[in-house]
């Protein structure tokens, strides 16, 4: 059995709900002493009309004790559950913000491995998971404890022979939990791998069902997700199989240990060795001892299935550390210009790698950008251009070395204060599902139309914009399904414009796209270049021509600096890797 408090449940329990789950605790303790209370009364009432021959009325007054103590236990049942329920609500949206948080702040180079259905799943259907955990599992942990000792210590006060036979069963319970817990874990750990695997496939299947239809691959992922589909069927079914055969177990014990007791007690109240009262008092406490811990089976399977949710949300929360752990908090969104002067920005002697144990992605990388230069970062693919491009934006942070902006460390700048000063087009823009006006003013909220409309012209925008069936108005769909690579690319530009931020990183928006959009795309860049910092991660030769300083990467280092004229020169290194690609770097 799980213990009912670890490192990971008091990361995600906030004051609030540490708060509400002690109050709730301590209210369903008090309901359990009352029901301790509640037996005592009603048997002294019965012993008192059947033994004593007194009449009702002359027990007005215990009559009277035994209504308000039942009241008042119901008040507190009825307190215990709703304040663990609100503890539960609590750490839900705790959780679920936090993550989230983590995952923005993050930004997208921690989530490069991660699959998108499979977090789906863990925030909405895994985080629901810890309604059973916090608001059930861990109280009933506790009340397992505290209770059964409370009408333990009656019963010895009363008879210390059923003492001793409650106190040799009950700790069976937790034993038989203890050893069934072991194959609950591993089936309840395969469930719910295998759903967040279901998940991750599906949303991957339903993004890509055009390509699947389009390569006649639609049965094969059918089928995929079936078998899948079948397989999750069968663990759980298997998962059930164990939580009703625990039932059953936890059941008989609670049941043979409630029969022992009335036994034991019957034959002594037969043969005249214990008083009635006494009798009637125990086994009407006896299965008062029980109850806490038949109401912990009943919820166990349910904190196994929560505890396999926090063990995934401890692994985020270890991969996507807070930047404001670092003093870096993130703000609300642009709500006006963020224009300044072009700042001058040094990466210097930096090293970063994705993993403690893992070769540098980057190592001693020294890259001065000038103010109002334009530097292109070239080199083959794994050389170490993105991981730049994450550090100059905030994504990630240096193992060792500097990012220094206008003499200052990025490091210390809040971060929302420096994304405010960045603009970033990259290869592949995303364009959500909404209108064309709602993607632009992702840059800036409180813009105007006046300025929409100028930034679509120079982002030679404007004409494809206007032949929309509603202009700005026209919906474009998830990841911008109605419109070209050119026309997305444009977009991202003009969003750029919009933003007019004086530090711009720019992943080659020509990469992809037909000669045509790549001439008007072209001009667009080389206005917006104007008066800025600007880094090119480049794949053709026009544009690092262009260019003011080439640094040229490759395995994580700058193997070559320059410009282009003087690396074309120098030969080298440079020049191979310009003919290899047959024109493009």
């Given at each position: 059995?799980p213990?009912?408090?670890?490192?990971?449940d008091h990361?995600v329990l906030?004051?609030?709900?540490?708060?509400?789950?002690?109050?709730s605790?301590a209210?369903?303790?008090?309901?359990g002493?009352?029901?301790?209370?509640?037996?005592?009364?009603?048997?002294?009432?019965i012993?008192?009309?059947?033994?004593g021959g007194?009449?009702?009325?002359?027990i007005?007054?215990?009559?009277?004790g035994?209504?308000?103590t039942?009241?008042?236990?119901?008040?507190?049942?009825?307190t215990?559950?709703?304040?663990?329920q609100?503890?539960a609500?609590?750490?839900k949206t705790h959780?679920r913000?936090d993550?989230?948080?983590?995952?923005?702040?993050?930004?997208p180079q921690?989530?490069?491995?991660e699959r998108?259905?499979?977090?789906t799943?863990?925030l909405?259907?895994?985080v629901?998971?810890l309604d059973?955990?916090?608001?059930?599992?861990?109280p009933?942990?506790?009340?397992?404890?505290?209770?059964?000792?409370?009408v333990?210590?009656?019963?010895?006060?009363?008879d210390?022979?059923?003492?001793?036979?409650?106190?040799?069963?009950?700790?069976?319970?937790?034993?038989?939990?203890?050893?069934i817990?072991?194959?609950?874990?591993?089936?309840?750990?395969?469930?719910?791998v295998?759903?967040?695997?279901?998940s991750a496939?599906?949303?991957?299947a339903?993004?890509?069902?055009?390509t699947?239809?389009?390569?006649?691959r639609?049965d094969?992922e059918v089928?995929?997700i079936?078998?899948s589909?079948?397989?999750?069927e069968?663990?759980?079914?298997?998962?059930?199989?164990?939580?009703?055969l625990?039932?059953?177990?936890?059941e008989l014990?609670a049941?043979l240990?409630?029969?022992?007791?009335a036994v034991?007690?019957s034959?002594?109240?037969?043969y005249a060795?214990?008083?009635?009262?006494?009798?009637c008092t125990?086994?009407?406490?006896?299965?008062?001892f029980y109850?806490?811990?038949?109401?912990?089976?009943?919820?166990?399977?349910?904190?196994?299935?929560?505890?396999?949710?926090?063990q995934?949300?401890?692994?985020?929360r270890?991969?996507?550390?807070?930047?404001?752990?670092?003093?870096r908090r993130?703000a609300?969104?642009?709500?006006?210009r963020c224009r300044?002067?072009?700042?001058s920005v040094?990466?210097d002697?930096v090293?970063?790698a994705?993993?403690?144990?893992?070769?540098?992605?980057?190592?001693?990388?020294?890259?001065n950008?000038?103010?109002?230069s334009?530097?292109?970062?070239?080199?083959?693919?794994?050389?170490?251009?993105s991981?730049?491009?994450?550090?100059?934006?905030?994504?990630?942070?240096p193992?060792?070395?500097?990012?220094?902006v206008?003499?200052?460390?990025?490091a210390?700048v809040?971060?929302?204060?420096?994304?405010?000063?960045?603009?970033?087009?990259?290869?592949?823009?995303?364009l959500?599902?909404?209108?064309?006006v709602?993607?632009?003013?992702?840059?800036?909220?409180?813009?105007?139309?006046?300025?929409?409309?100028?930034a679509?012209?120079?982002?030679h925008?404007?004409e494809?914009?206007?032949?929309?069936?509603?202009g700005?108005a026209t919906?474009?769909?998830?990841?911008g399904?109605?419109?070209?690579?050119?026309?997305?690319?444009?977009?991202?530009?003009?969003?750029?414009?919009?933003?007019?931020?004086?530090?711009?990183?720019?992943?080659?928006?020509?990469?992809?796209?037909d000669?045509?959009?790549e001439?008007s795309?072209?001009?667009?860049?080389?206005?917006?270049?104007?008066?800025?910092t600007?880094?090119?991660?480049?794949?053709?030769?026009?544009?690092?021509?262009?260019?003011d300083t080439v640094v040229?990467?490759?395995?994580?280092?700058?193997?070559?600096?320059?410009?282009?004229?003087?690396?074309?020169?120098?030969g080298?290194?440079?020049?191979?890797m310009?003919?290899?690609l047959g024109?493009?770097v």
């Amino acid at each position: 059995m799980p213990r009912p408090s670890s490192n990971t449940d008091h990361a995600v329990l906030t004051t609030g709900a540490r708060r509400d789950l002690l109050v709730s605790i301590a209210s369903s303790s008090v309901a359990g002493a009352l029901g301790a209370l509640q037996c005592v009364l009603f048997a002294s009432a019965i012993a008192s009309v059947l033994t004593g021959g007194q009449t009702l009325p002359a027990i007005r007054l215990v009559l009277v004790g035994l209504v308000t103590t039942i009241g008042a236990r119901a008040a507190a049942v009825w307190t215990g559950d709703v304040l663990a329920q609100r503890a539960a609500g609590a750490v839900k949206t705790h959780v679920r913000d936090d993550v989230v948080c983590r995952l923005l702040r993050g930004g997208p180079q921690p989530l490069r491995g991660e699959r998108t259905g499979e977090i789906t799943n863990t925030l909405v259907g895994g985080v629901d998971t810890l309604d059973g955990y916090v608001g059930q599992f861990l109280p009933h942990a506790a009340l397992a404890i505290v209770v059964p000792l409370m009408v333990l210590a009656v019963v010895f006060a009363l008879d210390p022979i059923s003492a001793v036979v409650l106190g040799v069963t009950g700790p069976l319970i937790p034993v038989f939990m203890w050893l069934i817990g072991g194959a609950a874990r591993s089936r309840t750990r395969e469930q719910w791998v295998t759903l967040s695997r279901l998940s991750a496939r599906f949303l991957d299947a339903v993004q890509a069902l055009s390509t699947l239809k389009a390569f006649g691959r639609i049965d094969n992922e059918v089928g995929i997700i079936d078998r899948s589909s079948n397989r999750f069927e069968t663990i759980t079914l298997s998962v059930l199989r164990v939580a009703f055969l625990s039932s059953l177990v936890l059941e008989l014990l609670a049941t043979l240990g409630v029969a022992i007791v009335a036994v034991e007690v019957s034959l002594r109240l037969l043969y005249a060795r214990m008083a009635f009262r006494e009798a009637c008092t125990v086994l009407l406490l006896a299965p008062e001892f029980y109850r806490p811990l038949r109401t912990l089976g009943a919820s166990f399977h349910a904190g196994m299935a929560g505890r396999e949710v926090l063990q995934r949300i401890a692994e985020l929360r270890r991969q996507h550390p807070l930047m404001a752990a670092r003093g870096r908090r993130l703000a609300p969104g642009p709500g006006g210009r963020c224009r300044s002067s072009a700042p001058s920005v040094l990466v210097d002697r930096v090293t970063f790698a994705y993993r403690a144990e893992g070769r540098p992605a980057v190592d001693e990388v020294t890259i001065n950008l000038a103010a109002g230069s334009t530097v292109a970062l070239v080199g083959p693919s794994g050389s170490g251009k993105s991981t730049v491009a994450s550090l100059l934006l905030g994504f990630i942070e240096p193992a060792a070395g500097l990012v220094l902006v206008d003499g200052h460390r990025l490091a210390s700048v809040p971060i929302s204060e420096w994304r405010r000063r960045v603009a970033w087009v990259p290869q592949r823009p995303h364009l959500f599902y909404g209108s064309v006006v709602d993607n632009l003013r992702l840059a800036r909220p409180d813009a105007s139309l006046e300025e929409i409309d100028r930034a679509l012209s120079n982002a030679h925008a404007s004409e494809f914009v206007a032949a929309l069936p509603d202009g700005l108005a026209t919906h474009l769909g998830e990841r911008g399904a109605r419109l070209s690579g050119g026309q997305a690319q444009r977009l991202a530009l003009a969003r750029a414009f919009l933003k007019d931020a004086p530090f711009l990183v720019l992943d080659e928006p020509t990469a992809h796209i037909d000669p045509e959009a790549e001439a008007s795309i072209r001009d667009a860049m080389t206005r917006l270049r104007v008066g800025r910092t600007v880094l090119i991660i480049a794949h053709r030769l026009a544009t690092v021509a262009a260019a003011d300083t080439v640094v040229v990467m490759d395995c994580g280092r700058v193997v070559a600096s320059g410009t282009h004229d003087t690396l074309v020169r120098d030969g080298g290194r440079y020049v191979a890797m310009v003919k290899a690609l047959g024109g493009t770097v």
